[in-house]
């Protein structure tokens, strides 16, 4: 088992910033691939960003690109999400997700991942 709390949501002024935290727990860290999710109230839970267990291959969805950046610090079992340039559309529920992928490819799919956080709130004011 997989046990995954996010840290660093909160309240932030369009054009601001914040960086979310993924603290991992149960098993070793390497070989799970890892992803950040959101969903907003009435929306379906889309993917955000993903990346390798090693950390060299990341992946993002265009409405984020260039301005979120995903990366990992396998030292500490942490994967985190800086979040740069925050939309009002950015607001939403965030998790971060974990899969065993010895293949050191990179997972997009929701239904892909084995592990979930709770979630972290990151609204995001005009």
């Known amino acids: 088992q997989v046990q995954l709390v996010e840290s660093g949501g909160g309240l932030v002024q369009a054009g601001g910033s914040l960086r979310l935290s993924c603290a991992a727990s149960?098993?070793?860290?390497?070989?799970?691939?890892m992803g950040w999710f959101r969903q907003a109230p009435g929306k379906e839970r889309e993917f955000v960003a993903g990346?390798?267990?090693?950390?060299?291959?990341?992946y993002y969805a265009d409405s984020v690109k260039g301005r979120f950046t995903i990366s990992r610090g396998n030292a500490k079992n942490t994967a985190y999400l800086q979040m740069n340039s925050l939309k009002p559309e950015d607001t939403a529920t965030y998790y971060c997700?974990?899969?065993?992928?010895?293949?050191?490819?990179?997972?997009?799919?929701?239904?892909?991942?084995?592990?979930w956080g709770q979630g972290t709130q990151v609204t995001v004011s005009s």
């Open positions: 149960g098993r070793t860290f390497t070989s799970y691939a």
């Open positions: 997700a974990a899969v065993y992928q010895p293949s050191n490819s990179i997972v997009v799919g929701t239904t892909e991942y084995d592990y």
């Open positions: 990346i390798n267990w090693s950390g060299g291959s990341t």
